[in-house]
């Protein structure tokens, strides 16, 4: 918790969770004693999942991310959900939509029905939920998502691939003095 920025309430650190995950009850009830027994990172640490495993048609994981929001953990999603499969998102029980790049700037193909870029930062932000757009990778998308309103934003734009620096001959990892 000590490590976390100042401003980690905002952007938070992102730990990905899985169908796995939620379907073991041993481990969905560490992660909530964890955040019961240390609020604090309730702050700081926001779990990712899919939207597809909200809109589960057995809804087998209801009872677990209830129990996760009620422990006041943070909870993103991954991609928007298709309020044909019967989820609203303001009842989702999510706090922050990740969507790529492509898709709020209505680049990739999708039902003729969905909601278009622009709809769904305005649904967003009426229901109070947060957008990251994700694989954001020029200064033009950039430019583009900031006149939707979203203004969080993740890819390549922001940290490109770098080359590793080599490692001295010497010992690896001590810096060679001289």
Same mark, same amino acid.
Not at 8 to 36: C, M, Y
Not at 42 to 62: F, M, N, Y
Not at 84 to 111: A, F, P, Q
Not at 141 to 148: E, F, K, R, T
């Given at each position: 918790?000590?490590?976390?920025?100042?401003?980690?309430?905002?952007?938070?650190?992102?730990?990905?969770?899985?169908?796995?995950?939620?379907?073991?009850?041993?481990?969905?009830?560490?992660?909530?004693?964890?955040?019961?027994?240390?609020?604090?990172?309730?702050?700081?640490?926001?779990?990712?999942?899919?939207?597809?495993?909200?809109?589960?048609?057995?809804?087998?994981?209801?009872?677990?991310?209830?129990? +996760?929001?009620?422990? *006041?953990?943070? !909870?993103?999603?991954?991609?928007?959900?298709? @309020?044909?499969?019967? /989820?609203?998102? $303001?009842?989702?029980?999510?706090?922050?939509?990740?969507?790529?790049?492509?898709?709020?700037?209505?680049?990739?193909?999708?039902?003729?029905?969905?909601?278009?870029?622009?709809?769904?930062?305005?649904?967003?932000?009426?229901?109070?939920?947060?957008?990251?757009?994700?694989?954001?990778?020029?200064?033009?998308?950039?430019?583009? +998502?900031?006149?939707? *309103?979203?203004? !969080?934003?993740?890819?390549?734009?922001?940290? @490109?691939?770098?080359? /590793?620096?080599? $490692?001295?001959?010497?010992?690896?990892?001590?810096?060679?003095?001289?």
């Amino acid at each position: 918790r000590r490590q976390l920025p100042g401003d980690a309430a905002k952007l938070g650190l992102h730990v990905a969770i899985s169908n796995a995950l939620l379907a073991d009850a041993d481990a969905t009830a560490e992660i909530v004693q964890l955040f019961e027994l240390h609020p604090g990172l309730a702050q700081g640490v926001i779990l990712s999942l899919p939207t597809e495993l909200l809109v589960d048609p057995a809804r087998s994981h209801q009872k677990v991310i209830a129990r +996760l929001a009620e422990a *006041g953990v943070r !909870l993103a999603g991954e991609g928007w959900p298709d @309020p044909s499969d019967g /989820l609203s998102v $303001s009842e989702s029980g999510l706090s922050i939509l990740k969507l790529t790049c492509n898709r709020l700037l209505d680049r990739d193909k999708i039902k003729r029905k969905a909601a278009s870029g622009s709809d769904i930062a305005e649904i967003a932000g009426s229901a109070g939920l947060t957008i990251i757009a994700t694989d954001v990778a020029t200064d033009e998308d950039a430019v583009a +998502l900031l006149d939707l *309103g979203i203004d !969080l934003m993740a890819g390549a734009r922001f940290s @490109p691939p770098r080359r /590793l620096r080599a $490692s001295s001959p010497e010992t690896p990892g001590k810096v060679a003095e001289g």
